[in-house]
C-alpha cells in the first residue's frame, strides 16, 4: 500500500491528479493520499481537497484523503511526494510578466527574466522540501511538476542530492497528441524520442514498419499551405507559425515553447500587446481561476469539469500517475521526463538534466540514447543549459554577479543596462521570497 503526498494540493490542478489516479486504480495499491499547502493556500486546498474527496467518494474507493498545512507531519512514511506548488502564488508571476515587459522585455513564466526568478523562488523551498523528506521518508521519489520544472530537478538532484527526483511536463503530450492526429494514428502505432530540455525540446518520430514520419510531419505541420494544423493544444503559448524553412533544415519537430527563440521579435510584440491590454497570461489564469473555484464549491461536482482544459498544464496528470504506475510496477514504460542526462545528448555535461524519452523502471528513468544534435541545434542547447546552471548556482548562492550573468546568457535578455534595471526591479519586487540574495 502507498502514501502519496501532494505539496501545493491548493492548485485547481488538483481534481486533474485525483482523476488521474483514479484511472489507474489498478495499478498503484493507494492507501492514502496528502494535500499540503500553507497559509496563503488553505482555503483554495479546503475547497479543491473537499472536491477530491468527492470524486474518490463516487469513484467508490477507500483511499483516506487528508489535507494539511503540516508538510512534516504529511512526509512522514511517504512512498511518494508530488509538487505543484507556486511560490507567490499568480501574484508573483504577474510580476514576473509585467517587470520585463514593462521594460521591452519578454515576461513570461518559465523563460526570459521571469522564468529565471521563478526558479530563484522556487529552488529554495525544493531544497526545504529534501531536507524534510530525507529525516521523514529518506526512499521516497519525489515527482515535481512546479516550474521550471527541468531546473527545479536539476537543483534537487544536484544540490539536494536527491537522487529520486523526476521533473514532469504536458508539452510532450501535447506534441504527441498532435503527431498522431497529423498522421491519423494511434499513439502505440508510433515511436517517438524527444531530447533537450524542459520547455526547449525537439522529437522524432517513427512508424511501425521502422519509416521515419518526422519530415512528413514537419511538412504538414509546418508547410504554408497546412498552417491550420500548427496546433499542439497549448492553451499559453500564442501560435505563431515557425519558418517553414527553418524547421525543415532542422530536421527535427520543434515544441511549442521554441517560438520565444525562433521567432522572438513576433513573439514579443504579440506579448507586448497583451501588456498594454492588461491581458499578460497571470491576468487571464487568475480569471479561469476564479471560476474554476467557484465550480468546485458546488457539493454536487464530483469530476472534473472541462473548464479545467483552459489551463496550460491540462492532461499533466496522465504525465504524473504513468510516471508513479510505472516506478511502481517497474514497467519500462518510455516517457518523456527531466532526468539526469547521463551521456544520452552528446552535447551536454553527463551530470546535468535535460529532458528526454526514458524507460521508467522501479529503479527510476534510464535515458534513450538520442546521441549528437545537429549545430543549429547544439548552439542554442548549450547556451540554455549553461544559463540554467548559472540560475541555479545564482539561486543557491545568491550571488548577485551570478544572477546577472545568467541574464547575460540568456537568449531572451540583452545585456546591459536594462538587464540591469530588469534584475533589480525583479530583486525588489520578490524581496520576501528571496532569502539568498
Ligand atoms: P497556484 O498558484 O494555484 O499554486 C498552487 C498552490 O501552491 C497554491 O495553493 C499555493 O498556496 C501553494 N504554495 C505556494 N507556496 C507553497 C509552499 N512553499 N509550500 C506548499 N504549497 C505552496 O499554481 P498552479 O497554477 O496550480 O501551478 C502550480 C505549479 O505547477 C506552478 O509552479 C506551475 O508553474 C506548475 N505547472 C507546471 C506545468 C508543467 O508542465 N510542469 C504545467 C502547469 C503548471
Ligand atoms: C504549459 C506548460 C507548463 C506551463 C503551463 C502554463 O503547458 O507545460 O509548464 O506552466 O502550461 O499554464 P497556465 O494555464 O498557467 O498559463
Ligand atoms: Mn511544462
Ligand atoms: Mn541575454
Wanted: proline share 5%; with cysteine.
Amino acid at each position: 500500500k502507498i502514501k502519496i503526498v501532494t505539496i501545493g494540493g491548493g492548485s485547481s490542478y488538483t481534481p486533474e491528479l485525483i482523476e488521474g489516479l483514479i484511472l489507474r486504480k489498478d495499478q498503484l495499491p493507494i492507501a492514502e493520499l496528502w494535500l499540503v499547502d500553507i497559509d496563503d493556500g488553505a482555503e483554495k486546498m479546503e475547497i479543491v481537497g473537499n472536491m477530491a474527496k468527492r470524486m474518490i467518494a463516487a469513484a467508490k474507493l477507500d483511499w483516506q484523503v487528508h489535507l494539511t498545512l503540516d508538510r512534516r507531519e504529511a512526509l512522514k512514511n511517504a512512498d511518494y511526494v508530488t509538487t505543484q506548488f507556486r511560490v507567490g502564488l499568480l501574484d508573483a508571476r504577474l510580476k514576473d510578466e509585467v517587470i520585463p515587459l514593462a521594460n521591452g522585455l519578454m515576461g513570461q513564466e518559465t523563460n526570459g527574466a521571469g522564468g529565471i526568478f521563478k526558479a530563484f523562488r522556487t529552488i529554495p523551498v525544493i531544497l526545504g522540501i529534501i531536507d524534510d523528506m530525507r529525516e521523514l521518508c529518506p526512499n521516497a521519489w519525489l515527482v515535481d511538476f512546479t516550474n521550471p520544472a527541468g531546473m527545479v530537478t536539476e537543483a534537487a538532484i544536484k544540490y539536494g542530492k536527491w537522487e529520486k527526483t523526476v521533473g514532469l511536463c504536458n508539452v510532450p503530450f501535447g506534441h504527441i497528441t498532435q503527431a498522431c492526429k497529423v498522421l491519423g494514428k494511434e499513439e502505440k502505432d508510433l515511436y517517438f524520442k524527444f531530447a533537450g530540455l524542459n520547455h526547449f525540446h525537439w522529437h522524432r518520430v517513427w512508424d511501425q514498419q521502422g519509416n521515419e514520419r518526422t519530415a512528413e510531419l514537419i511538412e504538414k505541420i509546418y508547410s504554408p499551405e497546412q498552417q491550420e494544423r500548427t496546433d499542439e493544444g497549448l492553451k499559453n503559448i500564442h501560435q505563431i507559425p515557425f519558418h517553414f524553412d527553418q524547421v525543415k533544415h532542422l530536421g527535427l519537430l520543434p515544441c511549442g515553447y521554441h517560438r520565444y527563440y525562433y521567432l522572438q521579435e513576433p513573439m514579443l510584440a504579440h506579448a507586448i500587446d497583451e501588456f498594454e491590454r492588461y491581458e499578460t497570461r497571470a491576468e487571464v489564469v487568475k480569471k479561469t481561476e476564479a471560476r474554476l473555484f467557484e465550480l468546485y464549491k458546488d457539493v454536487n461536482l464530483n469530476y472534473k469539469p472541462e473548464e479545467l482544459s483552459q489551463r496550460g498544464g491540462a492532461h499533466y496528470s496522465d504525465a504524473a500517475c504513468d510516471l508513479i504506475a510505472s516506478i511502481q510496477n517497474n514497467s519500462g514504460k518510455l516517457m518523456v521526463v527531466s532526468t539526469r542526462n547521463n551521456g544520452a545528448i552528446a552535447d551536454l555535461p553527463f551530470d546535468c538534466v535535460v529532458e528526454i524519452t526514458a524507460a521508467i523502471t522501479s529503479h527510476g528513468p534510464e535515458p534513450l540514447r538520442w546521441g549528437a544534435l545537429p549545430p543549429a541545434a547544439r548552439g542554442m542547447i548549450q547556451l540554455m543549459k549553461a544559463m540554467e546552471e548559472t540560475v541555479i548556482e545564482a539561486a543557491v548562492t545568491g550571488d548577485y554577479g551570478a544572477a546577472l550573468h545568467a541574464f547575460t546568457i540568456n537568449p531572451l535578455i540583452p545585456a546591459g543596462d536594462t538587464a540591469v534595471k530588469v534584475l533589480d526591479e525583479l530583486l525588489y519586487a520578490h524581496k520576501a521570497y528571496l532569502p539568498k540574495f
